[in-house]
């Protein structure tokens, strides 16, 4: 899949200009989050009695949602577009595995993993292109295997961030509806198993959040 041009370019420089402090602000964010743990520790569970093998987190910033997968059991590496971001979760996490890549063309084999994250990382990819997205993920997947994303619920509509973590920003996202996000996945072979919608919390959240877990046909 070819790179949509200024698109991603413009979300990998936003994230390595705000990697540092994004990851301090959130270090411990899932410490007060356990409807995010609970989605966590069911994907783990699934993953388990897949009977385990290569999970990746797809997006995974600065590392500290692959040191809880990792935590759960699970034989989690990370994958993210932006330099800046994989050097703070190499730091973080000397012990994991994280490579810089993109969800637009992952360097994994097909039927590689035996269960995928998509922890607010599709949330820069425009409804128009996340089909092509999740073929990919639905790629890398093994029949059976669980995927999960996650990401601010709305009515596919665009948002442009100009400020970011303390820092200057240009940034463009989606708030994006789940019915329509698991219509999309199912198209690619990722039927919806279990959707899961909570209210914000503040101060950081101004939306409610969507978790979709799906299964790779």
Same mark, same amino acid.
């Given at each position: 899949?070819?790179? =949509?041009? %200024?698109? #991603? /370019?413009?979300?990998? *420089?936003? +994230? ?6 994004? @990851? ?84 994994? =084999?097909? %039927?590689? #993993? /035996?269960?995928?994250? *998509?922890? +607010? ?6 409804? @128009? ?89």
């Amino acid at each position: 899949m070819t790179e =949509p041009p %200024g698109e #991603l /370019a413009e979300t990998r *420089a936003a +994230y390595d200009t705000v990697a540092v402090d994004y @990851a301090a602000l959130l270090r411990d964010d899932l410490a007060g989050s356990p409807v995010d743990r609970a989605v966590l520790g069911l994907f783990a569970e699934l993953v388990h009695a897949g009977g385990g093998g290569p999970v990746g987190d797809l997006g995974c910033g600065p590392g500290r949602v692959t040191a809880h997968l990792a935590g759960l059991g699970l034989d989690a590496f990370g994958v993210d577009l932006s330099p800046g971001m994989v050097t703070v979760a190499r730091r973080t996490h000397p012990e994991l595995r994280f490579d810089v890549g993109s969800l637009t063309a992952l360097d994994l =084999p097909d %039927g590689d #993993l /035996a269960g995928a994250l *998509a922890w +607010y990382s599709v949330i820069h990819t425009s409804p @128009a292109r996340q089909p092509a997205v999740f073929a990919e993920l639905a790629r890398v997947l093994r029949p059976g295997a669980p995927l999960v994303i996650a990401f601010q619920a709305g009515a596919d509509e665009p948002v442009h961030h100009r400020q970011g973590y303390g820092h200057p920003i240009s940034l463009h996202g989606w708030r994006l509806d789940p019915a329509r996000v698991a219509d999309r996945l199912a198209a690619a072979g990722l039927p919806v198993r279990t959707q899961v919608l909570r209210e914000p919390e503040p101060p950081h959240e101004r939306t409610r959040q969507a978790y979709l877990l799906a299964v790779r046909s």
